[in-house]
């Protein structure tokens, strides 16, 4: 076995095979760009070398850097990890030219399976079923629009080169081809410099199947069962799971000889996987599925295979590496129970899965135990930039059956908690919750058919969400009077009274929310009594009680409508985000002093503090106002600020409207000193 490894990756991946590597006594070393020097996965290494700046280009895929820094580190064995240049032939054979092992296949097998076009031909002679399709040279577009016509239609244009999903094109009709055909060469030869395309059918209501292979360099080929992949978005998988549902006994073996037999054809060494395309959503035939690509190295997903078989994948890796034999024959490989690994992403589903950006100010993970497994690159207070693969962590389950397995999931993912970023947590627990994943209707489409229920329209917050919020609020504002009347030393002062009693020198105080997952978001006033130790609160939907205390670390044990609940409240500025079992909501306070000040009053002349556009007017003519009450929204800097009364008053003129885009100093409002009710 190797005495020091460097891994030539960054995140989640770096850090899942350091983990293997220091089990085995191995040294590990990490290489980072400046975006990463306080990266987790640079912390968990012995020795971690710069190899850039934060652009990949310059750093994870340059290979001049790389290779500069397996020689400065005398590694003895390089890691490539997925994604950056795990697939990248010139990378192997420049690591073996700077004297070090290659963890995965032999150039020429990567080679082999780089090009889509290739692959196929190389699948087709060995007996591995293909989709139908047209996978030659001739790139002539009436040549390929004969093709797809003879093929029939839908058909899948796809780049040779592809990868990630990218450059590929679905075609449901003669008349659209040329166009799909354009648009994915322009893709293909902006994603990876050859745009040379395959035709495919498109195969309805698919399952995306895949085998986990192993080879040695002494003729031993196995594989590590199947997982389904079929939970995508935008043909990149977001769910998947070991065993595949469904897959019959015949099925499996058939399967497995399949991917053996891809392995054997391309001399292949190391973890790889084959990827098939399964007709029919519930099928278990085993003659319906299709070899689509073998992906030379270890996969995203592999977590869910080694909770089934029990196996170290990387330790597997590192093994064959090393010259030695596969640990395992077949019949010494055993599949126990279910797994389910979801991808947290920080990503928004609502806006077409648009990669976010952003430091994670929050973040908890379920604790790791059999049944949980957590890899993750991210620490709290870490970052996620725009630089890289926006993926926070992967959290996997396992137990006897999948159904068992399944609630575990929906556990885990109660029990993460995360604030800062916006994430696909809701969306991977919509699917985790939804009754055709639970009965096991996967098919590649399943995300787009049940997008209403898996992407619900932003929900406001409940009324229980917006009670605990207040609370926090009421709780917060007792507590720094509290803390003044210790301090201050007009001790007695009514003001700095502890009982929320007197707290506000009178018995209600109001308090104003917006809700973020809202756009435009209305002002919320809550008004809230002292009573009973606790509160009454008037919500939008009538009034409740409330009442609970805070702990330091944000923890809030509360009671509402007669249940008892605990919350984690953060605080971030003016917003206040509410995590715990069934709420994950942030909410703003709308600060009526601190508004007031922003907002420049003249003679009752109200006006924008800032260049900005009206998104909300909550007063008309003629409306009476009190202080501190919300009149309009302004959207300026990529903020919303809430415009609210200065003084009681009558409104006496508005002078804006919603949509209307409003300089610095222009005036909104106007607003009259009430009159006298006897005049
Ligand atoms: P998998 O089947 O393992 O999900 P993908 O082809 O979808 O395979 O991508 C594998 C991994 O490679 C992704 O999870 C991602 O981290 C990485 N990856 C995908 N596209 C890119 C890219 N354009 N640049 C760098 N890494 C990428
Ligand atoms: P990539 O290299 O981008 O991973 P793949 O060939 O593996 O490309 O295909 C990615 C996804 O696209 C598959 O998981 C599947 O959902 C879908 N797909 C691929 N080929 C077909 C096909 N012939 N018919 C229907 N869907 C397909
Ligand atoms: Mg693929």
């Known amino acids: 076995m190797f005495d020091s490894l460097l891994i030539a990756n960054r995140g989640e991946i770096a850090c899942r095979i350091a983990a293997t ?134 058909v899948l244009i796809k780049a040779s080169a592809g990868g990630g999903g990218r450059g590929m094109r679905r075609v449901d009709s003669a008349g659209e081809f040329e166009k799909a055909l354009e648009g994915a060469k322009r893709e293909a030869m902006t994603g990876f410099g050859d745009d040379t395309v395959l035709i495919e059918k498109f195969v309805t209501q698919p399952r995306h199947i895949e085998m986990q292979v192993f080879a040695d360099s002494h003729d031993n080929a196995v594989h590590l069962f199947e997982r389904d992949c079929s939970i995508q978005r935008r043909h990149q998988k977001v769910v998947e799971e070991a065993p595949a549902p469904g897959v019959t006994p015949a099925m499996r073996t058939a399967m497995g000889d399949a991917a053996i037999a891809a392995a054997r054809a391309i001399g292949y060494e190391g973890a790889g996987t084959v990827e098939f395309i399964v007709e029919g959503a519930k099928t278990g035939r085993s003659d319906g599925f299709y070899f689509m690509e073998m992906n030379t190295r270890l996969q995203v997903e592999h977590p869910v295979s080694e909770m089934i078989t029990g196996q170290d994948l990387v330790e597997w ?119 055709a994943f639970g009965a096991a209707e996967l098919e590649t489409g399943f995300i787009e058919t049940h997008s209403a229920d898996l992407i619900p329209e932003a929900t406001p917050a409940s009324r229980e969400t917006l009670a605990l919020a207040a609370l926090a609020e009421l709780l917060n504002i007792a507590a720094e009077a509290a803390s003044r009347a210790g301090t201050v030393a007009d001790a007695h002062s009514p003001w700095h009274a502890r009982n929320g009693w007197q707290l506000s020198g009178c018995s209600e105080t109001t308090l104003h929310f917006t809700d973020d997952a809202i756009r435009k978001s ?22 409740a009680m409330v009442r609970g205390e805070m702990g330091s670390t944000g923890a809030l044990l509360a009671e ?90 009558v409104i006496a003129q508005v002078r804006c409207a919603a949509g209307d885009q409003v300089a610095d100093g222009e005036e909104l409002l106007s607003l009259e000193k009430p009159q006298p009710a006897n005049a």
């Open 21 to 154: 590597a220091r089990r085995l006594g191995i040294r590990v070393i990490a290489v980072y760009s400046d975006a990463d020097a306080e990266s987790r996965h640079v912390a968990l290494s012995d020795a971690a070398l710069h190899i850039g700046p934060s652009p990949a280009r310059e750093s994870y895929l340059d290979i001049d850097h790389l290779i500069d820094a397996i020689r400065r580190s005398g590694a003895q064995a390089v890691h490539p990890g997925y994604g950056f240049l795990s697939e990248n032939a010139e990378f192997a054979e420049a690591v073996a030219a700077a004297g070090a092992v290659f963890v995965g296949p032999p150039p020429a097998a990567i080679r082999a399976m780089g090009s889509k076009v290739n692959a196929k031909r190389i699948m087709g002679a060995a007996g591995v079923p293909l989709v139908p399709g047209y996978h030659e040279d001739d790139q002539d577009p009436a040549v390929l629009a004969a093709a797809a016509e003879s093929i029939g239609f839908p």
């Open 317 to 435: 890796q590192l093994t064959v590496a090393a010259g030695k034999p596969l640990p395992l024959r077949q019949d010494q490989i055993a599949a126990n129970g279910h797994a389910i690994e979801v991808r947290l992403y920080a990503e928004n589903p609502a806006r077409n899965f648009m990669p976010q950006t952003g430091r994670l100010s929050h973040l908890r993970f379920p604790e790791p135990s059999p049944h949980i497994r957590v890899d993750t690159g991210i620490r709290e207070g870490d970052s996620v930039s725009m630089y890289y693969d926006p993926m926070i962590a992967k959290i996997v389950t396992w137990d006897t059956d999948r159904s068992a397995t399944l609630r575990r999931m929906r556990g885990a993912l109660m029990a993460t908690e995360i604030a800062g970023i916006t994430t696909n947590l809701p969306f991977l627990a919509a699917i985790a919750a939804h009754p």
């Open 522 to 543: 209305p002002v919320i006033a809550i008004r809230a009594r002292p009573e009973d130790g606790g509160y009454r609160l008037f919500l939008p939907e009538g009034d």
């Open 560 to 649: 509402f409508d007669g249940a008892r609940l605990s919350v984690t409240i953060l605080r971030d500025g003016d917003a206040l985000q509410i995590i715990g079992p069934g709420h994950n909501h942030r909410l703003r306070r709308a600060d009526p002093a601190a508004a007031t000040e922003s907002l420049a009053v003249t003679g009752g002349r109200i006006t924008a503090p800032m260049p900005g556009r009206v998104i909300a007017v909550h007063a008309a003519a003629g409306d009476k106002v009190r202080t501190g009450q919300a009149l309009l929204v302004l959207e300026a800097m990529k903020m919303e600020h809430i415009v609210l009364a200065p003084g009681d008053g």
